[in-house]
């Protein structure tokens, strides 16, 4: 084979002009590159076995990535303790467990698991707090009459 220098044709290499008109008797001949030859045979012969077997590790072993554990931080103790404690707040001791709750609820909320459940600490305690100070400055005598009195009963 040999390659036209103008156009680039392929010619065989007894031809003599290129059909572009072109002398193609001083090209040099070009070897044709020999097409790849298809692998034959069975898959073993051409160099790639059977896939290896399949080998089933134990679990937890080497190359198994460590497992997600839930863990417990102090801020989520502290969610649930508050929760708890703004609760119970409403129905014994709420001068010690309402602030305590809501301490607690905000400092377990500063922790990154059990949010929602710090905000509804914060709330039921903030209200809680507000609810019982406002009982005892009423029983104190000491809200004004106007605060107390709602519209219809005074
Ligand atoms: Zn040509």
Request: contains cysteine.
């Amino acid at each position: 084979m040999k390659a036209c220098p103008i156009c680039g044709a392929m010619h065989p290499d007894e031809q003599a002009v290129c059909h572009c008109g072109a002398d193609l008797s001083r090209v040099p001949p070009v070897p044709a590159r020999p097409a790849a030859p298809m692998p034959q045979g069975p898959p073993a012969a051409l160099g790639y076995g059977p896939p290896p077997p399949f080998v089933a590790r134990p679990m937890g072993g080497p190359g198994w990535p460590p497992l997600a554990r839930r863990e417990y931080s102090w801020t989520d103790i502290l969610t649930i303790l508050g929760f708890s404690a703004a609760l119970a707040g409403y129905f014994w001791a709420g001068v010690l467990l309402l602030p305590l709750g809501l301490v607690a609820s905000i400092i377990g909320f500063r922790g990154p698991n059990r949010r929602g459940l710090a905000v509804a600490g914060i709330v039921v305690s903030a209200i809680g707090v507000l609810l019982k100070v406002m009982m005892m400055l009423n029983e104190a005598g000491l809200l004004p009459y106007w605060f107390t009195d709602g519209i219809l009963f005074s």
